[in-house]
């Protein structure tokens, strides 16, 4: 029986779940837009074996979101997770976050799936998969526009969501595009079947050499002049 720990801190939803043979154990999360996982996350991973009854000797991998997504909550499940993996001596396993948001949504067979991330501006991170959740597009960051995803087939319909969809209304009204409000943040409950099939696969990270996928550079923006 393998038991696996989840961390999702890619955006301001901050989660973690246990598995054990690719079934949840136990889910905590909240969602914040102060993006206070550093607060939270210890006290979120300590809940979720108390829920469970285990400790974490009973582990045998961590999985963590590895991005794309906030740089700072990534930086934060990352280490954390790189963490327990060195203390225990466990295996890493890295999930992609868009992956992970596409398990809260079943599709139709003639869909083509959009999960994306707000970025900055008009910008997006996404991932474009098939109905049958298989990547067709390597993830990207996107400026959105008219021509963005005009390499895909519109003889299917597309379906928009995350919390990067909102500002592809204004760009895409056209009748094969759907939209999907009410999947915007990734879970690690969505982390389980990703990371279960990665463990079995050993598929695993190279932990000392690991880091976030953070798509972009990190940016600081320039400070505000004095009057």
Not at 24 to 31: H, R
Not at 49 to 60: T, V
Not at 169 to 185: A, G, L, N, P, R
Request: include cysteine; charged fraction near 25%; proline fraction near 4%.
């Amino acid at each position: 029986m393998n038991t696996i720990l989840h961390i999702e801190t890619a955006t301001k939803n901050c989660s973690v779940a246990l598995s054990r043979n690719g079934k949840q154990v136990a889910l905590v999360e909240k969602f914040s837009m102060e993006y206070s996982h550093s607060e939270q996350l210890h006290g979120f991973i300590q809940q979720v074996f108390e829920k469970a009854n285990l400790n974490l000797s009973d582990l045998d991998a961590v999985a963590v979101s590895k991005g794309p997504g906030s740089y700072t909550g990534l930086r934060i499940g990352v280490a954390a997770a790189k963490g327990i993996c060195f203390a225990l001596d466990l295996p890493l396993l890295g999930v992609n976050s868009l992956q992970v948001i596409t398990e809260n949504y079943q599709p139709l067979s003639n869909e083509i799936l959009f999960p994306m991330f707000d970025a900055r501006r008009m910008e997006v991170y996404s991932l474009v998969l098939n109905n049958k959740k298989e990547i067709i597009r390597e993830t990207s960051a996107d400026i959105i526009t008219e021509d963005t995803f005009m390499d895909f087939a519109k003889d299917k319909t597309w379906v928009f969501f995350g919390s990067g969809a909102e500002k592809c209304k204004s760009i895409f009204t056209v009748e094969h595009i759907k939209y999907i409000d009410d999947i915007q943040h990734p879970s690690a409950s969505g982390m389980i079947p990703l990371a279960e099939k990665a463990f079995k696969e050993s598929a695993f990270e190279d932990l000392a050499y690991f880091e976030p996928f953070y798509l972009k550079e990190f940016y600081t923006p320039p400070p505000k002049k004095k009057k």
